[in-house]
């Protein structure tokens, strides 16, 4: 099963699986205790609700025996939003992640199912109280680089975890991935507000947080300049990742950038009407921004695309 779990899933274009026996995380409890005691979720709430589920797969699943770990490829075979306009981070370039990959996982779960019909699993992606990073490590996938993404030898930190908890067993991977960063810095160091320190990420400094998750009210205003030209996301940290040198585009169309948002001009972006929003967007993860906090994340780097001055950051 373990063996025809992992063909399925490069059918699926999924480029990396790995298995583990569900248990019980408590490091990783314990050190989202202290990253939320010194108040580094910012406003993520919701971080700090099922702590329990979150630490311990088998309070989602009942019964739940493995933690199947899936990663997909999203990089772009083509940087085509250009360093004097607005730009997305790689991930939200193309269609929602969140429906493709459950797609995918729905097929996986179909065909345990079709194996033996007393399989219960489910599928999340960046959905459900997980440890998504932490299993992708436990099954040998990858390590936590500084950055604090999965980082994997073959194919660096641009793809999504999604995983499958099922009460089926499997053959669970023994091998485990060795800190790769060694004395390299370079994510910390090119971070330009300083939200990283090793492995841990202060949300309140983070361009990504604030353009993503930030739903109410403004955006600070000393990350202002700092925010350089991106108004969704912030890929600096993967950016400068010598393991990201090793990144090769992803063959799954759904993560391809869309045309029309990638052929958007500055003024587009600008004056960008609710319609359009919701024409343009609709299969995009900035639909779930909102039209108003688009509009909100423009206008706040807006300053830095001045004619005649680069971007920073
Ligand atoms: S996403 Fe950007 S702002 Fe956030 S930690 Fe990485 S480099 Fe810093
Ligand atoms: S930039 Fe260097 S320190 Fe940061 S995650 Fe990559 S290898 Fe590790």
Redesign the pocket.
């Given at each position: 099963m373990t063996a025809e779990v992992r063909k399925l899933s490069v059918k699926l274009g999924f480029h990396s699986c790995g298995f583990a026996r569900a248990r019980h995380l408590p490091e990783n409890e314990k050190s989202l205790r202290e990253w939320l005691g010194k108040g580094m979720h910012a406003g993520m709430n919701y971080m700090a609700n099922n702590i329990e589920n979150r630490s311990d797969p088998r309070c989602l699943v009942e019964g739940a025996q493995s933690v199947i770990v899936l990663l997909h490829n999203y990089f772009p075979e083509k940087d085509l939003l250009s360093d004097d306009n607005y730009t997305l981070a790689r991930y939200a370039r193309g269609n929602d992640y969140h429906k493709v990959i459950k797609r995918k996982l729905k097929k996986i779960i179909e065909y345990l199912k079709e194996q033996d019909p007393a399989v219960t699993a489910r599928g999340f992606t960046d959905s459900a109280p997980v440890f998504e990073k932490a299993w992708a490590a436990q099954t040998g996938l990858g390590w936590i680089g500084k950055?604090t993404l999965l980082i994997t030898r073959e194919q660096g930190s641009y793809f999504f975890i999604a995983e499958i908890i099922t009460n089926q067993l499997f053959d669970y991977d023994v091998h485990r991935e060795p800190d790769r960063c060694g004395d390299c810095n370079l994510c910390i160091e090119?971070?330009?507000?300083g939200?990283?320190n090793v492995r841990k990420?202060d949300a309140r400094k983070?361009?990504?947080y604030w353009t993503t998750e930030q739903r109410e009210g403004g955006l600070p205003e000393d990350l202002r300049e700092k925010s350089g030209n991106r108004i969704f996301g912030?890929d600096?940290?993967q950016e400068v990742c010598p393991w990201n040198k090793k990144a090769k585009p992803t063959d799954e169309p759904d993560f391809w950038p869309n045309q029309e948002i990638a052929g958007m001009e500055r003024e587009k972006w600008e004056t960008l009407s609710e319609e359009d929003f919701k024409r343009i967007f609709h299969l995009s993860p900035l639909r779930r921004l909102s039209f108003c906090n688009l509009v909100r994340n423009v206008n706040f780097v807006r300053p830095n695309l001045k004619e005649g001055n680069r971007p920073s950051g």
């Open positions: 950055n090119a971070c330009p507000t939200a990283l990420l983070c361009i990504s912030c600096i940290c």
